[in-house]
C-alpha cells in the first residue's frame, strides 16, 4: 500500500511540476510582440519566443540555412548590433575572433526574447520562395538522382553557376531545409536540374528520391558566393566527386556557352566506374570547348576489371597534371576529407585561399 502512496505522490508532483513549467512558458517566457529592424529597413514586427531564423523566414527574409536551423552548418550568420543577448556555445566553434567582434552570431541560435537590430546581406535580401513541379526524374548512379524542376511562381530563376537551392522537406507537421546544388546552367532559367544522392533515412535526400513527376516542390534560393572570374587567362579548376558533379555541371555548361575558349580543368573522383556520371556528355562539351580536360580517376580501379583511365585520389590526378605558376580559380566540392586534400594541391600549386571556393557535402 505504502509503494502506492509514494507513486501517487510522485505522479501528482510531476504533474504539478508539468503544469508550472507550462504556465511559466506562458506567461513569464511570453516575450510578446517585438520588433527587428534589419539594415535600413522599417522594423518587422515578430512573435517573441520563437529563433530569428524562422522569424526571417516568415517575413520572407531567407538566410542560407544548409542544416535547417540544428545549429551544425554554420551557414546562417548575420550580425546582431543590438538585442541578442550572449553567444552561445553553440555558435562560437563557427564564429572567428573577428565576426565575434562585429557582432555576428548564427541566426538559428538567436532567440527573440527583445526589440533587435540585424544586419544582412544585401544579397540575401534578393532570395525568393519558388513553387516548381517535378517535371522528369531519372537514377544516373545507383544512389544518385537527377531531378528536374519546372518553375512556376516565379516562373524564372536568376542565379550564377556554383550556386544551390534550399529544398522544403516537409517533416511531420513541420518544414525542413536542405541545400542542394544548381546543376543546369543559368541560360535555363524556367527549370533547374538537381542531383541528389540517396541518404538512407535522410529527410531531404529520401524526399527528393520519392518524388515523382507531377509532384509540387517548394524551394528558396539562389545562394552561394562563388563568382566565376571571367578574366580569358584565370583557367578554372574543378574537382569533386559524388554530388559534386552538380555545380561543376553547372559551371562547365554555363563556360561552353558563353565563352567555349576559356581554359578549364575537371577533375572528377569516383571508386568505381558505376559511380562516374555524365562522361558522354562532359566529352561532348569537351568536343566545343578546345581548352578542357577531363580527367576521371578510381580509387578502387580492381572493382571496375575494364578501367584502363587514371588511378588513386582525384587530388593525385590534380597534382600530377596542373603546373604551378598559372592564374586559378578553383571550385571545390564533394566530401570533407578530398577537399582538404585537394585544397593542399591547389595551394601547393601557388593557388591563393581567396581563389579556392569549396562546397563541402
Ligand atoms: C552548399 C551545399 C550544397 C549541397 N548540394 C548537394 C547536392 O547537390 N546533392 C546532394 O545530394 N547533397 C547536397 N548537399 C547535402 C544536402 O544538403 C544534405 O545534407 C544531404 O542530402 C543529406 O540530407 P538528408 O536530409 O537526406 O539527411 P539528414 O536527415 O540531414 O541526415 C540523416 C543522417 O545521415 C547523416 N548524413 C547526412 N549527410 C550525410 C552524407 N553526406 N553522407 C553520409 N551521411 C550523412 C546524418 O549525420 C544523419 O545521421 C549540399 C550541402 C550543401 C551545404
Ligand atoms: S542553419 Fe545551420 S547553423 Fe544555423
Known amino acids: 500500500m505504502i509503494y502506492l502512496y509514494a507513486i501517487l505522490v510522485l505522479a501528482a508532483l510531476g504533474g504539478g511540476l508539468a503544469v508550472l513549467l507550462l504556465l511559466a512558458g506562458r506567461y513569464i517566457c511570453n516575450y510578446g510582440e517585438c520588433r527587428v529592424k534589419i539594415n535600413d529597413r522599417e522594423p518587422i514586427t515578430v512573435q517573441g519566443g520563437g529563433k530569428l531564423l524562422d522569424a526571417l523566414y516568415a517575413n520572407d527574409i531567407f538566410i542560407p540555412s544548409a542544416c535547417g536551423g540544428q545549429g551544425t552548418c554554420g551557414f546562417c550568420k548575420l550580425r546582431v548590433l543590438n538585442g541578442g543577448g550572449p553567444v552561445l556555445p553553440t555558435e562560437t566553434p563557427f564564429l572567428t575572433t573577428v ?3 562585429a557582432g555576428a ?29 517535378v517535371s522528369a526524374a531519372r537514377m544516373v548512379t545507383s544512389d544518385i538522382r537527377e531531378i528536374r524542376l519546372k518553375l512556376l511562381d516565379p516562373a524564372r530563376i536568376d542565379f550564377r553557376p556554383g550556386q544551390y537551392i534550399q529544398i522544403a522537406v516537409p517533416h511531420k507537421r513541420e518544414t525542413v531545409f536542405r541545400a542542394y546544388s544548381l546543376a543546369s546552367p543559368p541560360s535555363m ?12 533515412g535522410g529527410l531531404g535526400s529520401t524526399y527528393l528520391h520519392r518524388v515523382q513527376p507531377g509532384d509540387a516542390v517548394i524551394f528558396t534560393g539562389p545562394y552561394g558566393e562563388f563568382e566565376l572570374d ?4 584565370t583557367e578554372l579548376v574543378c574537382v569533386g566527386g559524388g554530388c559534386g558533379m552538380a555545380p561543376m555541371r553547372s559551371l562547365l555548361r554555363h563556360v561552353a556557352e558563353t565563352a567555349p575558349d576559356h581554359p578549364c580543368w575537371l577533375f572528377f573522383g569516383a571508386r568505381t566506374s558505376d559511380q562516374l556520371m555524365y562522361r558522354e556528355e562532359l566529352e561532348a562539351l569537351a568536343q ?28 593525385q590526378s590534380a597534382e600530377r597534371h596542373l603546373q604551378p605558376g598559372q592564374a586559378r580559380q578553383a571550385f571545390l566540392c564533394g566530401p570533407p576529407q578530398m577537399l582538404a586534400a585537394a585544397r593542399k594541391v591547389l595551394k601547393d600549386k601557388g593557388l591563393d585561399d581567396k581563389a579556392i571556393f569549396a562546397d563541402e557535402f
Open 99 to 101: 565576426e565575434l567582434n
Open 230 to 233: 571571367t578574366a580569358p587567362d
Open 105 to 133: 552570431r548564427l541566426a538559428c541560435q538567436v532567440k527573440i526574447r527583445n526589440d533587435l537590430e540585424i544586419v544582412v546581406k544585401d544579397e540575401y535580401l534578393l532570395v525568393q520562395r519558388f513553387a516548381a513541379t
Open 288 to 315: 566545343k570547348m578546345p581548352k578542357l580536360r577531363l580527367h576521371f580517376a578510381l580509387s578502387e580501379p580492381d572493382k571496375s576489371p575494364d578501367w584502363t583511365g587514371e588511378t588513386g585520389f582525384i587530388h
Open 189 to 200: 532559367a524556367g527549370e533547374v536540374e538537381l542531383l541528389v544522392r540517396l541518404i538512407p
